[in-house]
């Protein structure tokens, strides 16, 4: 009998871009590089769980601005194409090495793993929304929800209207496509400021994730740390991030995806490759990119890319397997360490970004999979829940008040308020206003009523906290800068229109055409609470 529970909760998540409006943008290839590598992956494990009878159990966050751009036929068409190249690439890879014994294993290895995706891809009739689905309702798989375009909540607390459209538009949007309303959400980037429970619970939200030290600095202090839920004065429930096995995954240091034998992410065909062979597969200007074919492993610390040896997949999926089970283990005396304590059971909370498993650490899936069979058959220290199962099973809780948090930098706003972002805030805010002044308003007619739709979707795409996360690190800033100004700029024109009377319907017809997430929103989410 289990002593204990361990819940996995992945955080799926990317900023919506979509450019309608241009043949080729290098930046749509996030959601194209994901899907192959991680989404796809992933599924075909709860697949296998399911088919070899392991009744799995995890929480997975999928937002809007990811459920949309899975479900536009624009992007599903640009993605077949995107991978029929890569399947185009494999076969010459195949022919060109024909005399390179390994370099050729490996062509052949990709190729079967693209066809795979194809073949999971065309299953689910190009809507993976639809696969995660089935496994929402057979419970296995316990989906929540996120911001609506992940808004850093804590520096948009100064108006309350703003939260609430991010947390409403958000719910209204996953009802419509898992045919029901969510139980819990991943507050954005983890951050938690006092009073957004409230909002949470007019919202029928029954839990959020927060960091650790959110938990472990509330008020008064929990009794059980991090190891158990807290419930706020709302009724709704906080759980809290697990530092130590987070650490065992995250770290640079220590982390499991650091070892020799994974698959080195920097070193890829796309830069390797002679530039004449590999021109048709790269950018339209010719500058070269990741293909997301690569054929060498990490080999060991400290190396430049060109000591790298070559990857085996037999070797790094024995490894994960190694990694798998120093991770049940862990976790099993973690678990009978803090029972003895605690004399209750345990749950620890061991959140990621979905995106780790597979595309940073191709071999994650694989963790996955093994970690839960383990769990399965070789242990019964600990039950694997998602956290809407825990709550039914576990209804009563400490009352506290958590602390002001995110898993960010320092563990608080720093990394989204800084020399390099701080200034879209002043603009971000005074689009608020507008918006909540625009909130009150009533639509003279149709072309009225859908400026006002727009300028709230502008607004919500500006917020996102991707945007100033990429101004922080540093990569693709350029493009950071200008979605942020251009929604910006979207949102003053449609506000300058609506209050002279003067709709352009034309230019608006475009930006509903290229910005078209939310397409049921309805602007008077804006509206005083």
């Known amino acids: 009998m289990s002593i204990g529970y361990l819940a996995l909760v992945l955080h799926a998540h990317l900023p919506f871009v979509r450019h309608p409006e241009s043949d080729y943008v290098l930046e749509e290839e996030w959601l194209y590089e994901a899907i192959i590598e991680t989404y796809v992956p992933l599924l075909r494990v709860f697949e296998g769980l399911k088919r070899d009878g392991v009744d799995f159990k995890i ?33 010459k890879e195949i022919d060109h090495n ?9 062509a052949e290895y990709y190729a079967k793993e693209f066809k795979e995706v194809r073949q999971t891809w065309e299953h689910y009739d190009r809507d993976l929304v639809k696969g995660f689905k089935q496994f929402l309702d057979s419970n296995n798989l316990e989906i929540i929800t996120c911001g609506a375009t992940h808004g850093y909540f804590p520096l948009m607390k100064m108006y309350p209207q703003a939260v609430w459209a991010q947390i409403k538009v958000a719910c209204e949007h996953y009802e419509e496509n898992f045919g029901q309303p969510p139980k819990g959400i991943w507050l954005p980037e983890c951050a938690y400021y ?25 008020r008064p202090r929990p009794r059980f740390g991090t190891y158990a839920p807290i419930f706020t004065e709302t009724g709704v429930a906080a759980f809290g991030r697990d530092h130590e096995s987070s650490q065992q995954v995250w770290s640079s240091e220590v ?52 000591d790298k040896a070559l990857y085996d997949p037999y070797w790094a999926k024995e490894k994960a397997a190694d990694h798998a089970s120093n991770f049940m283990f862990n976790r099993q005396r973690q678990v009978e360490h803090l029972h003895g ?8 909370v061991s959140p990621y970004d979905a995106e780790l498993f597979g595309h940073w650490w191709y071999e994650g899936p694989w963790f ?14 600990y039950q694997m829940t998602h956290l809407a199962d825990y709550l039914r099973l ?18 608080f706003h720093e990394y989204w308020l800084n020399e390099t972002n701080a200034w879209i805030y002043p603009h971000l805010h005074k689009a608020a206003e507008r918006m909540i002044e625009l909130g009150k308003r009533e639509p003279a007619d149709e072309l009225e009523w859908r400026a006002l739709n727009q300028a709230a979707r502008e607004l919500l795409l500006a917020q996102s906290s991707d945007w100033a996360f990429i101004m922080r690190t540093g990569t693709m800033v350029p493009y950071a800068i200008r979605r942020t100004r251009s929604h910006l700029m979207r949102f003053n024109k449609l506000y300058d229109d609506l209050n002279q009377g003067k709709v352009d319907s034309g230019w608006l017809e475009k930006v509903e055409e290229i910005d078209n997430i939310f397409p049921s929103i309805n602007y008077r989410a804006y509206r005083p609470l």
């Open 255 to 306: 982390g499991y995806p650091g070892a020799p034998e994974y698959r080195e992410f920097y070193k890829d065909l796309g830069w390797e490759a002679d530039y004449d062979y590999i021109k048709p597969y790269i950018m339209p200007n010719g500058q070269r990119k990741n293909v997301g074919i690569k054929y060498h492993k990490i080999t060991g610390r400290g190396l430049g890319l060109g």
């Open 194 to 218: 006092e009073g957004v429970e409230r909002m949470l619970a007019d919202a029928g939200l029954r839990y959020f994730l927060t960091d650790g030290h959110g938990i472990l600095y509330a």
């Open 341 to 348: 304590i605690m004399q209750r059971p345990p749950i620890i």
């Open 98 to 106: 024909e005399h390179n014994g390994h370099i050729r294993y490996l």
């Open 59 to 91: 929480t997975m966050s999928m937002t809007p601005p990811l459920v949309s751009m899975l479900r536009d036929p624009l992007l599903q068409e640009r993605f077949d194409h995107h991978l029929a190249q890569l399947e185009e690439l494999l076969e």
């Open 368 to 381: 996955i999979d093994y970690l839960f069979r383990k769990s399965w058959y070789d242990q019964q220290t």
């Open 394 to 411: 576990n209804p009563t809780q400490q009352v506290c008040k958590p602390s002001q948090s995110s898993w960010g930098y320092k563990g």
